[in-house]
């Protein structure tokens, strides 16, 4: 019999996704002695860790479900080593660009990332512009007779370019309808929202439809489309030049 893989200790990196990845492992292995069970409890109390090592832990169930069935015979005939949840790890970073769970692996998997605290700006073969806040990502798709831009992840800024097809951004499950325009398109945890500043945009999603012109916003949710709001749409946007503007805010006594 093979000896086991040693793999690096998980405390050996400052990835905190891989250390959440590799916990994982050493967790399904059932073989954790007394001080690295403490060394595994001092670290989940960091809620940065609980909440990594959660993603994780989600995303393995949502690729063991499937599978699980007919796999049932072999798990018990064939016990397992650090080798086989070495394999198992590396399975699980690999399935994770497919299924977008961590938000780490949905930046890795798109056609335009930003790290936290990167601002990009790009120029679409159209003519259109794009710039991304940090922590974001989008896919393009410019091939067909409708040119498409996928927020997977962050905000974006649109500046639109007319050349006579339609121009859609997709954001969750609405579809944001542009006409030469300048907008913002942003994704949040619970919901997302549409920034316009200037020109026209139609937002629709599940057979709701709203218009939006200069000056307004959109707020999306699980429950559908929200109320049109006028907003300062310069003041929300000011994120574009690396500023920060808040108002309403009461002053100190």
């Excluded at 954790?32 to 959660?54: I, M, V």
């Excluded at 989600?58 to 949840?85: C, D, F, K, N």
């Excluded at 007779?145 to 996928?150: E, H, L, S």
């Excluded at 639109?160 to 951004?169: A, L, Y």
Aim: aromatic share 4%.
């Amino acid at each position: 019999m093979k000896p086991a893989l040693a793999l690096p200790h998980p405390l050996d990196t400052d990835d905190r996704e891989q250390q959440a990845l590799d916990w994982f492992t050493r967790l399904r292995a059932g073989d954790l002695g007394s001080a690295e069970r403490q060394a595994f409890e001092r670290w989940r109390q960091d809620p940065d860790n609980a909440r990594t090592l959660a993603e994780v832990e989600m995303l393995w169930q949502q690729l063991e479900r499937p599978p699980r069935r007919a796999q049932r015979s072999e798990r018990r005939s064939a016990p397992r080593s650090w080798t086989g949840w070495a394999v198992v790890a590396g399975v699980l970073l690999i399935s994770g660009l497919v299924v977008l769970q961590l938000p780490w692996l949905q930046r890795l998997s798109s056609d335009v990332s930003t790290d936290s605290g990167e601002r990009r700006q790009i120029q679409l073969a159209d003519g259109s512009k794009l710039l991304l806040d940090g922590a974001s990502a989008v896919d393009v798709d410019l091939r067909g007779a409708v040119r498409k831009v996928r927020l997977v992840q962050g905000q974006v800024f649109l500046e639109v370019i007319h050349d006579g097809r339609p121009f859609v951004v997709e954001v969750g499950d609405a579809q944001v309808q542009v006409l030469g325009t300048r907008f913002a398109v942003s994704r949040g945890r619970d919901q997302d929202q549409v920034v316009l500043l200037k020109g026209r945009v139609e937002v629709s999603s599940d057979g709701d439809k709203r218009q939006l012109v200069a000056g307004q916003r959109l707020r999306i949710s699980d429950k559908g489309l929200g109320t049109v709001e006028n907003v300062d749409a310069e003041r929300l946007l000011a994120w574009r030049t690396g500023q920060l503007s808040v108002s309403d805010v009461p002053r100190l006594p």
